[in-house]
Antibody, heavy 122, light 107 residues
Framework: QVQLQESGPGLVKPSETLSLTCDVS????????WNWIRQSPGKGLEWIAY???????KYNPSLKSRVTISVDTSKNQFSLKLNSVTAADTAVYYC????????????????WGRGTLVTVSS | SYELTQPPSVSVSPGQTARITCSGD??????AYWYQQKSGQAPILVIY???KRPPGIPERFSGSSSGTMATLTISGAQVEDEADYYC??????????FGGGTKLTVL
């Protein structure tokens, strides 16, 4: 059974870089798209970025200038870096697997990590 | 970036039908998905490709889509259905987006 686990510092100072890793266990990272999604306290879900196991990426236009997503297939993990953070970046960060549906053009998140809270504060 | 619009809240009594809407410009050509999120938990998929139910999702959950609006219907809502519901879709440029979420109250 495939499981996702986020890890990284729970506290980051303003203007610094937030770095998180998602470990994929129980299955291969290959042949899937892998995403980061966040949720600010009491707010809705916000898609951040995806990466295909081969390295193809796509970013949310509103965050693109500050985000880098990467994958390490040898470690079966992928990572997120968000630079120049502010208090507005305080959120629970989820990693999620994206799969294709049964119809052409269908893509959705079928597996999520439990999420990790990152607080931006001095 | 792509916007999907949902009502902030919907309230029904147990056994009634709850309907949650989601509007988006790309929905006529893109599929809608619905996620349920209970407090402190990761979201789970309850409807995909507008109207399909994943294994394990009760039959009282159904979905439909027409034009720029998708609808999640919970027929005979139960107290355990109380949660936040998010619609999700992909726009014409491939950007992923969630709606703002709807808090369903069943009491």
């Amino acid at each position: 059974q495939v499981q996702l686990q986020e890890s990284g510092p729970g506290l980051v100072k303003p203007s610094e870089t937030l770095s998180l890793t998602c470990d994929v266990s129980g299955g291969s990272i290959s042949n899937y798209y892998w995403n980061w999604i966040r949720q600010s306290p009491g707010k809705g879900l916000e898609w951040i970025a995806y990466i295909y196991y081969s390295g193809t990426t796509k970013y949310n236009p509103s965050l693109k200038s500050r985000v880098t997503i990467s994958v390490d297939t040898s470690k079966n993990q992928f990572s997120l870096k968000l630079n120049s953070v502010t208090a507005a970046d305080t959120a629970v960060y989820y990693c999620a697997r994206e799969v294709s549906g049964s119809l052409a053009g269908s893509w959705y998140f079928d597996l999520w990590g439990r999420g990790t809270l990152v607080t931006v504060s001095s | 970036s792509y916007e999907l619009t949902q009502p902030p809240s919907v309230s029904v009594s147990p056994g009634q039908t709850a309907r949650i809407t989601c509007s988006g410009d790309a929905l006529p050509k893109k599929y809608a998905y619905w996620y349920q999120q209970k407090s402190g938990q990761a979201p789970i998929l309850v409807i995909y490709e507008d109207k399909k139910r994943p294994p394990g999702i009760p039959e009282r959950f159904s979905g439909s889509s027409s034009g720029t609006m998708a609808t999640l219907t919970i027929s005979g809502a139960q107290v355990e259905d109380e949660a936040d519901y998010y619609c999700y879709s992909i726009d014409n440029s491939g950007d992923r987006a969630f709606g703002g979420g709807t808090k369903l109250t069943v009491l």
